[in-house]
């Protein structure tokens, strides 16, 4: 079985500033994959980053990388020069490679101020 | 947009009552899931559907059951709604069923209230 920790329930950032929100997790699997999702207020889920435990560099996508560190199973997210549209709920998730669901963590709110 | 559709968008109903949700996956995706996000319990799965067929079950109540038809969109029964069924349902979509290098595509959402 899989699980995700999310010690940080909420956070507030300046605009501008970068964010790093944290996730450990726990498995036993040989491979496995790690995914980062962000809740809006609006409510969806919208995909942000993806790493997979084999990968050898850490994960970008524009502003978002993705701190892998292995050893210490912990996928951290960061966000470079937050925007107010930042401001929304981030869960950390991982899916084993013996798994069809993704197992979350209970989420971190972050607040962008101006 | 993911390229996941979920209707309805809102659901008011009275304890008792039974729904169905639907979600359309995204083009060309042949798994679909089924999650519940609560307040008390978080983002829970509930059951995975792989091109027509039952893959996984996890959390999902003996009260609600799913299906996928033949045209890859997937429905979510609940039946005999309690207050405690008041949630967020998503239906999420991949490619592949059990691959953990595929991300899942999340619908929308259907918010449940149960009254």
């Known amino acids: 079985a899989q699980k995700i920790t999310q010690t940080q329930p909420g956070m507030f950032v300046q605009e501008k500033e970068a964010v790093t929100l944290d996730c450990t997790y726990d498995?036993?699997?040989?491979?496995?994959?790690l995914f980062w999702y962000k809740q809006p207020s609006s409510g969806e889920m919208i995909f942000l980053i993806y790493q997979g435990s084999y990968d050898q560099q850490n994960a970008t996508e524009g502003r978002y990388s993705l701190n892998f560190q292995k050893a210490r199973k912990s996928a951290n997210l960061v966000i470079s020069a937050s925007q107010l549209g930042d401001s929304a709920m981030y869960f950390c998730a991982m899916r084993g490679i013996n798994d069809y669901k993704l197992s979350f963590g209970a989420g971190t709110t972050v607040t962008v101020r101006a | 947009d993911s390229g996941v559709t979920q209707t309805p968008k809102h659901l008011i109903t009275a304890t008792g009552q039974r729904v169905t949700l639907r979600c359309s996956p995204r083009s060309g995706d042949l798994s679909v899931y089924w999650y519940q996000q609560s307040l008390d319990q978080g983002l829970q799965f509930l059951i995975q559907y792989y091109n027509g067929e039952e893959r996984a079950k996890g959390n999902i109540l003996e009260r609600f059951s799913a299906q996928q038809f033949p045209d890859l969109h997937s429905e979510l029964n609940l039946s005999s709604l309690e207050l405690g069924d008041s949630a967020l349902y998503f239906c999420a979509s991949s490619p592949q069923s059990r691959d953990s290098t595929y991300e899942q595509y999340f619908g929308p959402g259907t918010r449940l209230t149960v009254t």
């Open positions: 498995t036993s699997d040989p491979s496995y994959g």
